[in-house]
């Protein structure tokens, strides 16, 4: 089978095997998978192992086969893959065993994947074969970064580094869904216009001065993912007694912040990664409920999975990026 892998330091197509279904597992034929800012970092962790991986940590497609054990799944099943792996019950963070698919088992930027039975859910009638290929990544990371960490409250400001963000572009329908108050930022106007369209209230030059522009807002919760660009700035606007959600560092991990003005400003910092089975569930039925359709930027075809990266490295997305792999 066709899959884009990572091999000796180089990112190529390449035929790999056919994975088969041992116990307690499936075998997805992928429809769409989804790209993701993991995928970029790839390269750079696994140096020039000789092993090919396939990248990938999101799909959606059709049950394939099925090994020993497995119930409830039947062959021709429409499914979305659960990247989140060995996380099923909700937890303060990830159980022994977590990690993400696409590194170090193979990924879904194939024509097929094998995974447990465990990690496949259904896929949601409403959306696309590219909507649903985007949403598990990204929607769960949004969804636990928001309510389980951020526990975002109807009547809440919500402060947003970052609309065009493939996370992003869920934290906003989310947070508008259960009534808070949505700021975002972007380096782009036309991405600004895009987070306006998509329901924030607000919307801001991430170059521009926040303090100057937000002065009137009483920010109660921060999603960040930026890393150092905007860690500071981001304290700096939030309301003493605030909440700050960090899941991810885009520009740099290491940020030196204030620790008087922290514990002055009795500030509240939370870590999230991913999210459990539990609420990747609850996720998907707050979808089905708002009827929420992930933003697809744009879908490449398996064999440009290099050109959708190279677009991903750039930053040129509003909303996540879609690789067709079969019809
Ligand atoms: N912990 C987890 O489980 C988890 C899960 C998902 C993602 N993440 C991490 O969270 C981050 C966001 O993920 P994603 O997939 O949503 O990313 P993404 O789609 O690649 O979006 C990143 C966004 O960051 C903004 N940005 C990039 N460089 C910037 C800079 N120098 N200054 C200000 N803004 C900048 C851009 O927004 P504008 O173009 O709008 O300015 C860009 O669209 C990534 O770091 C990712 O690795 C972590």
Redesign the pocket.
């Known amino acids: 089978m066709k899959a884009f892998v990572h091999e000796l330091g180089v990112l190529k197509i390449k035929e790999m095997q056919e994975p088969t279904a041992e116990e307690g597992q499936v075998v997805v034929s992928i429809r769409v998978a989804g790209l993701?800012?993991?995928d970029l970092y790839i390269p750079d962790r696994r140096g020039t192992t000789s092993e090919a991986l396939i990248l990938g940590s999101d799909g959606a497609g059709i049950i394939h086969s099925i090994g020993k054990g497995v119930e409830g799944i039947a062959i021709g099943d429409e499914v979305i893959i659960n990247p989140s792996l060995r996380w099923y019950e909700n937890s303060d963070a990830p159980p022994g065993g977590f990690d993400i698919l696409g590194m170090p088992d193979h990924g879904t930027f194939a024509e097929k994947v094998v995974v447990s039975a465990e990690q496949v859910e259904k896929k949601p009638a409403h959306l696309s074969w590219e909507e649903a290929s985007v949403a598990a990544?990204?929607g769960l990371?949004g969804y636990r970064a928001l309510f389980t960490k951020g526990n975002v409250k109807k009547g809440d400001t919500v402060f947003i580094?970052?609309?065009?963000?493939?996370?992003?572009s869920f934290l906003i329908p989310f947070a508008k869904n259960v009534g808070a108050k949505v700021i975002v930022?972007?380096?782009?106007e036309e991405?600004r216009s895009k987070a306006l369209e998509l329901g924030a209230d607000m919307a801001i030059d991430?170059n521009g001065d926040w303090e100057k522009v937000l002065a009137e807002e009483n920010i109660d919760l921060i999603i960040e993912?930026?890393?150092r660009?905007?860690f500071n700035r981001s304290l700096d606007v939030l309301k003493k007694g605030g909440r700050m959600v960090v899941?991810?560092?885009?520009?740099e991990d290491v940020v030196d912040f204030d620790l008087r003005k922290f514990f002055y400003g009795q500030y509240q910092l939370f870590g999230?990664?991913?999210g459990s089975r539990e609420e990747l569930r609850a996720m998907l039925a707050h979808m089905e409920e708002y009827k929420m359709i992930p933003v697809v930027d744009s879908t490449y075809d398996l064999i440009q999975a290099q050109d959708a990266l190279d677009y991903?490295k750039e930053?040129k997305?509003f909303g996540n990026v879609a690789l067709r792999v079969s019809e």
Do not use: E
């Open positions: 993701n800012r993991r990544l990204s990371t580094p970052a609309a065009g963000s493939g996370v992003s930022t972007s380096r782009s991405k991430t993912s930026v890393g660009a905007t899941f991810g560092a885009t520009t999230s990664t991913l991903l930053g997305q």
